[in-house]
């Protein structure tokens, strides 16, 4: 279904992020995953890609797996890194051909070892133009762009910032999906600025529960920075163990969740890392999963 008509139903929208797994045994553990968190009817989940570009076979392996083998709304991604415009475009075809009918379209992060990003030849500098490119040549498509409560790392210039987020909807885009975060008044402060912007598509709400001081590490390096507070580090610093760790975790993002559900946000996105016992409980915690309801196929 194209996402423009699935978040125009009423109610909180809940979805997942997964990435493409590079080995079978890891495939098999994803699709475990999938199957409990499809129990929670998802409006759509979305397949990431790697840095540079890197997993972009897999991404489009998986998208096309969960195509044929679920019932579930896919959103892929798609980045400008590292590739032109042809190959950006024959990746659509191949999409479109199969029924994919949303993607998400980032300008992405360089590969590593790269300073910054360097646009390929014949390829696309900024994320507008890929939405407009998109928007132009495959004008049926859904489209989802990124949004940065936190502010974007390459963009000090808070200003400058929303005139970049406002030429992406400009160009074509269909909703606003956020970085994950750990206040939500940075969140709010966001959707505020959007307003004023003359931003008017949905915004979604990117969060992603701490599960390990390793995993903290990780959320740090790839939401660029993400800031996490002190309140939630003390509490991270005093925790004996992992398993400790993620019951704080799993307790922040769920008063998080509890707060943005209150304050009728229009979707709410679970960085999920793969895994679904954490989105599981926070599901539980909120009281608002409905019966066991897979959208998977039998097959």
């Given at each position: 279904?194209h996402i423009?008509?699935?978040l125009?139903k009423?109610?909180?929208?809940?979805?997942?992020?997964?990435?493409?797994p590079?080995?079978?045994?890891?495939?098999?553990?994803l699709?475990?995953?999938?199957?409990e968190?499809?129990t929670?009817n998802?409006?759509?989940?979305?397949?990431?890609?790697?840095a540079g570009?890197?997993?972009?076979?897999?991404?489009?392996?998986?998208?096309?797996r969960?195509?044929?083998e679920?019932?579930?709304?896919?959103?892929?991604h798609?980045?400008?890194?590292g590739?032109t415009?042809?190959?950006?475009r024959?990746?659509l075809?191949?999409?479109?051909?199969?029924?994919?009918?949303?993607?998400?379209?980032?300008?992405?992060?360089?590969?590593?070892?790269q300073?910054?990003?360097?646009?390929?030849?014949?390829?696309f500098?900024?994320?507008?133009?890929?939405?407009?490119?998109?928007?132009?040549?495959?004008?049926?498509?859904?489209?989802?762009?990124?949004?940065?409560?936190?502010?974007?790392?390459?963009?000090?210039?808070r200003?400058?910032?929303?005139?970049?987020?406002?030429?992406?909807?400009?160009?074509g885009?269909?909703y606003?999906?956020?970085?994950l975060?750990?206040?939500?008044g940075?969140?709010?402060d966001?959707?505020?600025?959007?307003?004023?912007?003359?931003?008017?598509?949905?915004?979604?709400?990117?969060?992603?529960?701490?599960?390990s001081?390793?995993?903290?590490?990780?959320i740090s390096?790839l939401?660029?920075?993400?800031?996490?507070p002190?309140?939630?580090?003390r509490a991270?610093?005093?925790?004996?163990?992992?398993?400790s760790?993620?019951?704080v975790?799993?307790q922040?993002?769920?008063?998080?969740v509890?707060?943005l559900f209150?304050r009728?946000v229009?979707?709410?996105?679970?960085y999920?890392?793969?895994?679904?016992?954490?989105?599981?409980?926070?599901?539980?915690?909120?009281?608002?999963?409905p019966e066991?309801?897979?959208?998977?196929?039998?097959d």
């Amino acid at each position: 279904m194209h996402i423009a008509k699935v978040l125009k139903k009423p109610g909180t929208h809940f979805s997942f992020e997964f990435f493409p797994p590079k080995t079978e045994a890891a495939s098999n553990a994803l699709f475990q995953s999938i199957k409990e968190l499809a129990t929670i009817n998802p409006s759509y989940v979305s397949i990431t890609y790697g840095a540079g570009g890197s997993t972009r076979e897999l991404t489009r392996d998986l998208v096309m797996r969960l195509q044929r083998e679920t019932h579930l709304t896919v959103v892929a991604h798609m980045t400008t890194v590292g590739a032109t415009r042809d190959e950006i475009r024959r990746l659509l075809e191949t999409y479109v051909e199969n029924g994919i009918e949303n993607v998400m379209a980032l300008r992405g992060d360089p590969p590593k070892g790269q300073a910054g990003y360097e646009p390929p030849k014949d390829g696309f500098k900024y994320a507008a133009e890929l939405v407009g490119f998109i928007k132009k040549h495959f004008p049926h498509l859904g489209i989802g762009v990124a949004g940065f409560p936190e502010g974007h790392p390459e963009t000090p210039n808070r200003l400058k910032e929303m005139d970049y987020l406002k030429a992406k909807v400009d160009a074509g885009a269909d909703y606003i999906c956020t970085q994950l975060f750990f206040k939500n008044g940075d969140f709010y402060d966001f959707r505020d600025r959007c307003e004023l912007a003359g931003i008017k598509v949905p915004i979604i709400a990117g969060i992603m529960p701490i599960t390990s001081r390793r995993g903290m590490e990780r959320i740090s390096e790839l939401a660029l920075g993400a800031r996490i507070p002190a309140k939630l580090l003390r509490a991270i610093m005093r925790a004996g163990n992992d398993e400790s760790v993620e019951k704080v975790g799993i307790q922040w993002a769920t008063q998080q969740v509890f707060d943005l559900f209150d304050r009728s946000v229009t979707g709410i996105h679970f960085y999920t890392l793969n895994r679904s016992k954490p989105t599981l409980k926070i599901y539980d915690a909120l009281g608002v999963r409905p019966e066991d309801k897979s959208r998977l196929s039998s097959d």
